[in-house]
């Protein structure tokens, strides 16, 4: 069963002129566009696409993976507003609808927007700027000191509202705050307490640790930028560690000793690497 705006993987079908077919099953067949089809995709090769409607109300797929799929919430740019709605940029060939009756107040072309995407009464995907009704109140699944993701909504007196996996709304207070961040981010966070209201507060740094200096947190930004890993480490080339961090080997090995002596990342022969 094809599931309209998330990836899918189906199978190559028919070849045309214009791309090729994907087998859709009860939906049919599902035109991947030439320009989108990978090099020397072959009959019965397995793809794995995004499916979502063209301007026409069609199924038609895509290799390219959007900002964010149905289901999901993301920061939009509008690109155009009528007398519909509004049209954000979500990274897809047809931009993304935002009635009017889903604003909080009416938009205007450039400005940004925190919406949920989700699939309409008239099973077209859209997105909606009142997100609350789409934020799950009972958070019995997450514990203090659990690696979340966050998405970052908006910039408060309080702090940063943020949208954590998807499912909760919590808070991140200025004063947990030691980088810069700005709305529209997505990056890993930790639940710091679960309020008996049901509010949640967050932080970017496990609760616990302390925080840490400039050049650590430029460690760590490398390691959660870089799949956790960085080949760097006490023993290695000082060019290499200056070109990479800009500082010497000396002050590196005072910052990645920090680091693990709070327990945020280890080191073995192949460098040092993140601590989840």
Known sequence: MI?????NRLKVIREVDFGVYLDGGDAGGILLPKKEVPENTRLGDSLQVFVYLDSDDYMVASTRKPRAMVGQFARLRVTDVNKVGAF???????????????QLRPLTVGEW??????IDNSERIAASA??????????????????????????????????????????LHHQDLFREIKPGQRMSGFIKQLLPDGKIDVMLDKPGYARVDPLAQKV???????????????KSDPDAIRETFGVSKKAYKMAIGSLMKAGRIKQDPEGIHLIA
């Open 113 to 118: 927007c925190t919406v949920f995407i989700y």
């Open 130 to 171: 009142k997100t609350d009704r789409f934020i799950e109140k009972n958070p019995t699944d997450l514990k203090v000191g659990q690696l979340v993701e966050l998405l970052i909504a908006r910039r408060t007196d309080l702090g940063y509202p943020v949208i954590i996996d998807h499912r909760y709304e919590g808070l």
């Open 3 to 7: 599931e309209l705006g998330q990836l």
């Open 220 to 234: 760590l930004d490398y390691l959660e930028a870089n799949n956790g890993h960085c080949a760097l480490g006490d």
């Open 88 to 102: 954000l940029d979500w990274g897809m060939p047809k931009e993304l609808f935002l009635p009017f009756a889903e």
